[in-house]
């Protein structure tokens, strides 16, 4: 039995959005009880140039989305960067896995090898799909992801590998 494009590209995606939901409900938890105000939360960063929790959150959707639209041929949906607290980055996550589920398996089944094309820093790159995902894709939203997680930790919300993982 083989795996699929489909199965190590949006069922993944999904979960990790998931995970980052969990965080969030996390944090929101953790600024409530400690008295902490969301929007401080909400804007720690790791180092000042470094975009801030709201905008990882951001990344990682645009990243699910843009990864699942090049894999897929299926135009995704355009979020305003716009969130300021935990309920508008749960909808945006939320909007961003409807998107997911929407895309039919087939449409990206057995297209391993269709060159895909995007630009990075000005540049056009193509190649296949199966290198878009494992190379910049998956890699590109586990760090948003991983990201969120560190900047959670580092604001002293109570996080272990397990809430990384969704185990």
């Given at each position: 039995?083989?795996?699929?494009l489909?199965q190590?590209?949006?069922?993944?995606?999904i979960?990790?959005?998931?995970n980052?939901?969990?965080?969030?409900?996390?944090a929101?938890?953790?600024?409530?009880?400690?008295?902490?105000e969301h929007?401080?939360l909400?804007?720690?960063?790791?180092f000042?140039?470094?975009?801030?929790?709201?905008?990882q959150?951001?990344r990682a959707?645009?990243?699910?989305k843009?990864?699942?639209?090049?894999l897929?041929?299926?135009?995704?949906?355009?979020?305003?960067?716009?969130?300021?607290?935990f309920?508008?980055?749960?909808?945006?996550?939320?909007k961003?896995?409807?998107?997911?589920?929407?895309?039919?398996?087939e449409?990206?089944?057995?297209q391993?090898e269709?060159?895909?094309t995007?630009k990075?820093?000005?540049?056009?790159r193509?190649?296949?799909?199966?290198?878009y995902?494992?190379v910049?894709?998956l890699?590109?939203?586990?760090f948003?992801?991983?990201?969120?997680?560190?900047?959670?930790?580092?604001?002293?919300?109570?996080?272990?590998k397990?809430?990384?993982?969704?185990?």
């Amino acid at each position: 039995m083989s795996i699929t494009l489909y199965q190590v590209s949006i069922p993944v995606l999904i979960r990790g959005l998931n995970n980052l939901s969990t965080l969030l409900e996390k944090a929101e938890q953790h600024a409530d009880a400690q008295g902490q105000e969301h929007a401080s939360l909400l804007s720690a960063r790791l180092f000042e140039d470094m975009y801030p929790l709201t905008a990882q959150v951001q990344r990682a959707s645009d990243t699910a989305k843009a990864t699942a639209s090049r894999l897929s041929g299926v135009a995704a949906p355009a979020f305003a960067d716009d969130e300021t607290s935990f309920d508008e980055l749960q909808a945006r996550i939320n909007k961003t896995i409807v998107f997911l589920e929407s895309i039919p398996a087939e449409t990206i089944v057995g297209q391993e090898e269709r060159p895909v094309t995007m630009k990075l820093r000005g540049e056009e790159r193509t190649q296949s799909a199966l290198d878009y995902l494992t190379v910049f894709g998956l890699p590109n939203f586990l760090f948003h992801v991983t990201t969120a997680y560190d900047i959670l930790r580092h604001q002293g919300v109570k996080l272990g590998k397990m809430d990384f993982l969704g185990l």
